[in-house]
């Protein structure tokens, strides 16, 4: 499995998700510069977390035009895997590559804190090595992540089961309290309908070594690494 | 014309301006004024401090940079160096709360990335007015929401900080920010203007109006016409800035360049000045070439204007085409403006005439330096002294009270709106005594942490600074790092006020003695003068950010309880020191009395074992006395314990139960000890000569505290909790 990070200019995720794909699960690595047009023949782009274009205009709506995003397109129309991460999710949504729309958080604030979520679908490339029903422990940074489907897309993406996953408690318990940004249905990670293209609000590279109060992250990556054939 | 008015108008005394005369041979243009008013500000030239700072010891055996340069710099072995600093931005923050604390983001991180370093770390000390008033919650609210935006959008990760309250911040908040990189030694970059013919490029964003006369509004006392001074505070554009940061840590890397500076406070001004004054050289700028942002600047605007996200490079002559390849990668401007030339003159040229001629020496070096008078302040007699007080009937109310009160209650409200965890280092999360940042694919970690009780200072200013450095020191011992460098910021009023110099005279040698005992070089830091408004002065307000290194990160510390049924243990002795207290103003609405009292040589032996006990493996958890005292030290060890285990004390100490409770006697340390490990733990104490009392358990869900057999504290650790908690962000709930 050969991983691709993409670098937007404000991306500030980039190298975090570099060192933990490179030194701590040991892939093939590689950045991937926003004006080019060349994937480098990765199997998995991810579009790091971060303030592209200092989240001017919207989030992650100038990035969208960037010349890489033309061979991204191509490439998850063919099946190619690609995660989004937080800045990097609201970058696919802009894309057109995952439906709806992000608001700003409930409280109006920026939040870095751990959340817990709970995994809904353990049927995709990115948690087949989960458990439905499983509570990862992962930190979210983000001002705006109050995910904001129109209703048609609700029942749509339910249908589906895109959502991949829910804000909880520690127990796994839904609650408003613990859907700490406000979003429709909770949702903190959703997928598309050909299940190649996820985006998540939550940094699972920023969970991937036990120093920094959780590992629960590296599940993701790992099974993206093992993806279904 | 320039007459008296004019030369007032830009804060220099007749005196001065006579002094410029004669040192430059000719009577300046008013570009030239503006250029000596910048440069010989108090906040460019430090002439009221710079006699008092140089007790502070600078040098040590890995000391790489001292003061004098954008940032001091530490060697931390494996062939890196720590690249520190710490700065105001009180002014423009009181002024407009969001744009001066972000300004102030950006302008310290650029000082870190000017030396080639990759930040990765800031920490900022806040100091407000009482919440209870609207204004001090909106001046909070803009500046914890500056800090955020700036500092989250260069993913720099904001770790820690301290935030006080009190009525003298009401209308002079500070703002101070420190940053720390890390850079490869034989990698660093200074700020030089060397080699004749060398080109000097333009960089980054392009030349507003914003910020003129930033650096000698920090120079002056304020009225309260603030509405005509906002457009003197800046505006930030982080995404600018990160731009910049990527673009030049790429071209230092590339060995393109010989030196650089950022445009901070004075901007051109002080760039080409100081480059050039750093190398004996001179440099020449065409200001026709500069990127600009609006049409019909003047020089004199050019010259003063504090635009931010700019820098100052001199190139190797045969690299400027790869420099400007790098720029245009990352979408920014990188503009040949002139060059560096002999003989140790500015020249700057505008519409074909040469505008600015100046000699860079007078403008840098011969700046007039003050011995001001000092005198002691006469609130000292009265406000020393305390009457006896009542004893209160109810402990726990007292303690719910004090753990509510804004300078104790936690600051999650504050902090969750910082990003603190980007970068993938950050191994404490804020609120522990000190922050910890590993250092990727190496065993050791950096320790970090601000502090400064301004009461004390206000009470005995030399107690004071020493405490604020023995307290940071304190942090530091509690999670297993060892202190390394100091950086210090000094807030104070107006120095040409004597009972002002006074304090800070004696603030400075407070540190310094402090600095000396524990053997810690300052490596730089800012002095912050003329924080009055309306003719009241600010506390004096030492802010000390201190570095440490802890050898080993798997055995780091926290100060959250571990186990139940471990033994709990105080390091240090319980006196009956109640001045200065969080509770003598909390309960009694009192600041008085005398300061507590400190021996530093005591004080360095009790931290001394503490690394100890830590690196032999017989420390669960460790946490300093500070603020509240030792009620509020143990109750904060529960809530950070992750089962929120409670504890049960039996203190034998006949004193006071206020003063055992909620005095604030330095030099003691709580900490947690596995009962196996216990004797071994009492042995070390002994030998190393360090009071060590157990003095009780750790367990249960209550906070409880028996003194010589009454039970005097005895509350649910969650109903404890959550006064702690809820208090700040209640204040902010929008009802």
Request: hydrophobic share 40%; charged share 25%.
């Amino acid at each position: 499995m050969k991983f691709g990070v993409v670098i937007f200019p404000g991306s500030n995720c980039d190298y975090d998700t570099f060192y933990v794909l490179k030194e701590i699960l040991k892939q093939k690595t590689t950045f991937l510069w926003h004006k080019e047009h060349d994937l480098k023949n990765v199997d998995c782009v991810i579009l790091p977390g971060g303030f592209s274009y200092g989240d001017y205009l919207r989030s992650g709506s100038i990035a969208a035009f960037s010349p890489l995003m033309q061979e991204l397109k191509e490439f998850a129309l063919k099946g190619g895997l690609v995660l989004g991460i937080c800045n990097g999710f609201q970058v696919l949504l802009e894309l057109g590559l995952l439906p709806g729309a992000m608001l700003r958080n409930k409280n109006l604030k920026f939040l870095c804190q751990f959340v817990h979520i709970r995994v809904e679908n353990d049927k995709t490339h990115f948690t087949h090595k989960t458990k439905e029903g499983q509570v990862l422990k992962i930190p979210i940074a983000h001002f705006d992540g109050n995910y904001f489907p129109p209703p048609e897309t609700i029942q749509e993406i339910k249908k589906n089961n895109q959502i991949v996953f829910r804000y909880s408690d520690a127990k796994g318990q839904i609650s408003e309290e613990a859907n700490v940004n406000g979003s429709a249905e909770s949702i903190a990670g959703l997928i598309n309908k050909e299940g190649n293209v996820m985006g998540m609000m939550p940094h699972p590279e920023r969970a991937s070594e036990v120093l920094l109060g959780s590992e629960d992250g590296r599940i993701i990556f790992e099974s993206i690494i093992n993806k279904i054939d | 014309m320039i007459d008296k008015k004019v030369i007032e108008e830009h804060n220099l005394t007749l005196e001065e301006y006579e002094k410029i005369v004669q040192l430059i041979g000719k009577k300046p243009n008013i570009t030239e004024l503006g250029i000596f008013s910048l440069m010989w500000s108090e906040h460019c030239s430090y002439k009221s401090s710079k006699i008092h700072l140089k007790k502070l010891p600078i040098r040590g055996k890995n000391v790489i940079q001292g003061p004098g340069e954008n940032a001091g710099i530490i060697d931390i072995g494996d062939g890196l160096a720590a690249v520190f600093k710490i700065e105001s931005h009180n002014h423009p923050s009181f002024i407009e709360p969001y744009q001066g604390a972000a300004t102030g983001i950006g302008g310290i991180l650029r000082d870190i990335f000017t030396m080639g370093a990759r930040p990765i770390a800031l920490l900022d000390s806040l100091r407000f007015g009482p919440l209870s008033k609207p204004k001090n919650k909106a001046i909070m609210e803009g500046v914890v929401s500056g800090i955020s935006g700036y500092g989250n959008s260069m993913g720099v990760p904001t770790v820690g900080g301290d935030i006080y309250f009190n009525n003298c911040y009401s209308l002079n908040p500070l703002v101070n920010v420190f940053a720390l990189g890390i850079v490869e030694k034989n990698k660093i970059f200074y700020a030089r203007a060397e080699g004749v013919g060398n080109p000097v490029l333009y960089v980054g964003s392009k030349t507003g109006r914003d910020g003129i006369h930033g650096a000698t509004m920090a120079s002056a006392e304020f009225g309260l016409d603030l509405e005509q001074k906002r457009p003197n505070v800046q505006v930030g554009d982080p995404f600018k800035e990160k731009l910049l940061l990527e673009a030049c840590l790429e071209v230092m890397a590339k060995d393109l360049i010989v030196g650089i500076q950022d445009m901070g406070a004075a901007g051109l001004t002080c760039s080409t000045t100081e480059m050039a004054s750093k190398s004996g050289s001179g440099i020449e700028i065409n200001l026709d070439l500069v990127p600009q942002r609006e049409e019909g600047m003047t020089p004199y605007e050019m010259m003063l204007s504090e635009s931010q996200e700019r820098m100052l490079i001199v190139a190797k002559k045969d690299k400027v085409k790869d420099v400007q390849q790098i720029f245009s990668k990352w979408d920014l401007d990188a503009v040949i403006i002139g060059h560096v030339t002999e003989g140790g003159k500015l020249k700057v040229k505008a519409g074909g005439k040469i505008v600015v001629d100046l000699p860079v020496d007078a403008i840098i070096n011969l700046c007039p330096v003050y011995k001001r008078e000092s005198k002691t302040p006469s609130y000292l007699k009265s406000e020393t002294r305390l009457r006896p007080l009542p004893l209160p009937e109810n402990y726990n109310h007292i303690l719910l009270k004090l753990l509510s009160s804004a300078t104790i209650a936690e600051k999650e409200w504050v902090y969750r709106q910082y990003d603190h965890t980007v970068q993938v280092n950050t191994a404490f999360l804020p609120g522990s005594d000190a922050s910890l940042l590993r250092i990727k694919n190496k065993k050791k970690a950096l320790a970090l942490t601000l502090d400064g009780n301004p009461l004390y200072s206000y009470l005995d200013p030399r107690t004071g600074g020493k405490i604020a450095v023995a307290e940071a020191c304190r942090n530091l011992a509690c999670v297993g790092a060892r202190p390394i460098g100091v950086t210090n910021c000094l807030n104070f009023g107006n120095p040409e006020k004597p009972e002002i110099m006074w304090q800070f005279k004696e603030v400075v040698e407070g540190i310094a003695q402090a600095c000396k005992t524990f053997e810690i070089p300052v490596t730089g830091g800012n002095v912050s003068f003329y924080n009055d408004t309306e003719g009241v002065s600010i506390y004096p307000s030492p802010v000390l950010g201190v570095v440490g290194i802890v050898d080993d990160v798997s055995k780091m510390v926290s100060p959250g309880f571990k186990k139940e049924g471990n033994s709990v243990i105080l390091l240090g002795e319980n006196k009956e020191e109640l001045g200065g207290s969080e509770y003598l103003k909390c309960v009694f609405d009192m600041e008085k009395g005398l300061s507590p009292r400190i021996d530093l040589k005591e004080e360095k032996r009790i931290q001394e074992f503490c690394l100890e006990a830590i690196s032999e493996g017989l420390v669960e958890s460790a946490h300093d006395v500070s603020e509240g005292g030792l009620a509020v030290c143990l109750a904060e060890c529960s809530f950070l314990s992750l089962q929120k285990i409670g504890f049960s004390l039996n203190l034998q100490d006949e004193i006071r139960p206020d003063a055992l409770l909620f005095g604030e006697t330095q030099s003691r340390i709580v900490v947690t000890s596995k009962n196996q490990n216990l004797q071994k733990f009492l042995d070390l104490a002994k030998k190393r000569k360090v009071k060590a009392t157990v003095i009780g358990k750790t367990g249960g869900d209550r906070v409880i505290i028996c003194h010589l057999k009454n039970k005097i504290i005895d509350l649910s650790v969650l109903e404890a909790c959550k006064a702690w908690r809820e208090a700040i962000p209640e204040i902010f709930r929008v009802k």
